[in-house]
């Protein structure tokens, strides 16, 4: 995967650094190859309140629907100030916010729904940043992810599994598997689907609604 992964929610190495680069770095072949997949994706935000991790430098916005009301929340403060121009521009309501998806002030049941793209490859702790994610979601709430992950299928998960030291050491792992992950965290998963090999896909779960006795 090129390195479209630098609008983190977490720690990771040189985002300020990066930050003045990254629309040259992924906004070109990485967007419009994946562009109509997201498009997909995005055209299942409801009407109400929305959580999106990793704005970066906005290359996503384009993307959303108009007329929605979103949070958008990235651990870099350099690559918010980019994203300002597609902020403004966007045909809806966008608050961008500096935040760590580990730590999220935000009370519990928060949020309808939350949006990834090319996100949790790079969270540092992403059992954790999951789990914090479905306690800002309300019970129902929908999560719906754009994410690479590792492959089962050789060569694909040796190549991964040899290449992670490396790229780990500024942002992504690239042997993740984040579906499990998404079930660790507590979500019930409802759907995985495909869009190149096994590795870019795109992942629905829900908050499961809380039984009392």
Sequence with gaps: MPPRLGNRVGRVPGHHEVAPNFDVMGGYGPERRWAPYKRELFSKMGDGRILFLAVGTGLD???????????????SDKMLEGAQRRVDAYDGEIETRVMDVHEMPFED????????????????APVKGLEQLRRVLKPGGELH???HTGS????FRLMMNLMTPLTSRFGPEMN?????????????????KH?????????HATRYRERFR
């Excluded at 990834?116 to 790079?122: A, D, G, L």
């Excluded at 984040?178 to 995985?192: D, I, K, P, Q, Y």
């Design 61 to 75: 916005i384009p993307f959303f629907p108009s007329g929605k009301s979103l949070v958008g929340i990235d651990i």
């Design 109 to 124: 049941g928060s949020f309808d729904q939350v949006f990834t793209s090319c996100t949790f490859c790079s969270v540092p």
């Design 176 to 192: 993740r598997d984040t579906v499990s992950n998404v079930g660790a965290a507590g979500f019930t998963l409802r759907e995985v």
């Design 195 to 203: 869009v190149y090999l096994d590795v870019v896909k795109t992942i």
């Design 152 to 155: 089962r299928y050789y060569p």
């Design 145 to 147: 992810m754009f994410e």
